[in-house]
Antibody, heavy 121, light 107 residues
Framework: EVQLVESGGGLVKPGGSLRLSCAAS????????MNWVRQAPGKGLEWVSS????????YYADSVKGRFTISRDNAKNSLYLQMNSLRAEDTAVYYC??????????????WGQGTLVTVSS | SYELTQPPSVSVSPGQTARITCSGD??????AYWYQQKPGQAPVLVIY???ERPSGIPERFSGSSSGTTVTLTISGVQAEDEADYYC??????????FGGGTKLTVL
């Protein structure tokens, strides 16, 4: 069974940093591109960042560019999101999501259960 | 990246057909994807590449595309289909916009 389990969320002050992790199992992690998608409380989904299987291609939403860094460790079947200079508007549930197949980068399936990041003083 | 526009809400009675639209200028050139999200749960893919249905998704879920609009159709709506639905596409710059979401209410 494919599983994605996020961790690392919590309460952080504005300007602070946090590192999210996503542990993957049940599939060949090194073959798939991975993504982070977030959802502010009561709001819609917002794609945050993506990373290709070998980390050759990395993309960010304009809202996080220069502050967030996506990375992966294929030996540990893990995806990461380093979040710096956090702002109140970064408060959200952060989901880890795999792409649907090795042949695509366009859709997300499955998703983890999410980890909540709260930025507040 | 470009914008995808969805109606905020759609309401139908059980057994009726629900249609949720998503509009975007790039949709004639890019595929659309649909996700279902129930309260407190992670999103689940229900349609990919405009009209393909993943294994395990009921046949009552279907998708179609016409010009700048894609449509998610749920035939014979059941109470369990009440959820938020999001469309998503891909931008040539490597970004992945989502629509604002549509709350489906089963009356």
């Amino acid at each position: 069974e494919v599983q994605l389990v996020e961790s690392g969320g919590g309460l952080v002050k504005p300007g602070g940093s946090l590192r999210l992790s996503c542990a993957a199992s049940g599939f060949t992690f090194s073959s798939y591109s991975m993504n982070w998608v977030r959802q502010a409380p009561g709001k819609g989904l917002e794609w945050v960042s993506s990373i290709s299987s070998s980390s050759s291609y990395i993309y960010y939403a304009d809202s996080v560019k220069g502050r967030f860094t996506i990375s992966r460790d294929n030996a540990k079947n893990s995806l990461y999101l380093q979040m710096n200079s956090l702002r109140a508007e970064d408060t959200a549930v952060y989901y880890c999501a795999r792409v649907g197949s090795v042949a695509t980068i366009e859709w997300f399936d499955p998703w983890g259960q999410g980890t909540l990041v709260t930025v507040s003083s | 990246s470009y914008e995808l526009t969805q109606p905020p809400s759609v309401s139908v009675s059980p057994g009726q057909t629900a249609r949720i639209t998503c509009s975007g200028d790039a949709l004639p050139k890019q595929y659309a994807y649909w996700y279902q999200q129930k309260p407190g749960q992670a999103p689940v893919l229900v349609i990919y590449k405009d009209s393909e249905r993943p294994s395990g998704i009921p046949e009552r879920f279907s998708g179609s595309s016409s010009g700048t609009t894609v449509t998610l159709t749920i035939s014979g709506v059941q109470a369990e289909d009440e959820a938020d639905y999001y469309c998503q596409s891909a931008d040539s710059s490597g970004t992945y916009p989502f629509g604002g979401g549509t709350k489906l209410t089963v009356l």
